[in-house]
């Protein structure tokens, strides 16, 4: 996708999207950060970026080439209430899930 710059009609519209490239990038800088592992294999998360997980538990995920940090709500239950609308027992669906699961194994 290209952008032609020539069809903004004035300088006031390039003037106002030059604007909104610098704030856009300014926002995605503000939110990255280089930081580096210690000895221990620990890293420090920014003070900008703790205020975020103030006190939160984190779920780390590896992908691969990176780790995704991902914030866990206060009270996981809390947010599943509802979700799970069954008549079958937490034995019955976990036998279920082994099943599922042996059988994917297989192939």
Do not use: Y
Not at 34 to 56: A, N, Q, S
Not at 68 to 96: W, Y
Request: with cysteine; net charge neutral.
């Amino acid at each position: 996708m290209s952008f032609e710059w020539d069809l903004l009609s004035d300088t006031h519209e390039q003037s106002h999207l030059l604007q909104f490239i610098f704030l856009c990038s300014h926002l995605i800088v503000s939110l990255m950060s280089v930081v580096e592992l210690d000895e221990k294999g620990r890293i420090t998360i920014p003070k900008r970026m703790r205020k975020i997980f103030r006190g939160r538990k984190v779920l780390l995920i590896s992908l691969g080439d990176r780790i995704e940090i991902v914030p866990l709500p206060e009270d996981p239950f809390k947010v599943l209430k509802g979700s799970f609308n069954t008549r079958r027992s937490f034995r019955e669906l976990r036998r279920e899930a082994e099943a599922l699961a042996e059988r994917e194994a297989e192939v």
